[in-house]
């Protein structure tokens, strides 16, 4: 059985940083890429960052380019999203899971930010 539990949101002030793990397990990790998507208020869920079984290969959702950093250590089976420079506009519940996820997927339960201006 799929867990994920994500972890390390909070409240912060603009510019400032957060750090974001998420803890996998029931799936093989090091097989799948794996993302952090997040869902503002009123807002559909959207994919932030991805990365391949080796950091060499991420992607980044065009808002947080340059500010964002995503990676992974295989061995603990945990993803990690190191947000720099944050903004208001980043405020969302942040969930990690294999990048090919659907809705009908099982998703944990997140972890909130929020960026105060």
């Known amino acids: 059985q799929v867990q994920l539990i994500e972890s390390g949101g909070g409240l912060v002030q603009a510019g400032g940083s957060l750090r974001l793990s998420c803890a996998a397990s029931?799936?093989?990790?090091?097989?799948?890429?794996m993302g952090w998507f997040r869902q503002a208020p009123g807002k559909e869920r959207e994919v932030v960052a991805t990365?391949?079984?080796?950091?060499?290969?991420?992607y980044y959702t065009d808002a947080v380019k340059g500010r964002f950093t995503i990676s992974r250590t295989n061995a603990k089976n945990t993803v990690y999203l190191q947000m720099n420079s944050l903004k208001p506009e980043d405020t969302a519940v942040y969930y990690c899971?294999?990048?090919?996820?659907?809705?009908?997927?099982?998703w944990g339960q997140g972890t909130q930010v929020t960026v105060s201006s």
């Open positions: 029931g799936l093989t990790f090091s097989s799948y890429t």
């Open positions: 899971n294999k990048a090919s996820a659907s809705s009908r997927d099982y």
């Open positions: 990365v391949g079984w080796s950091t060499g290969y991420t």
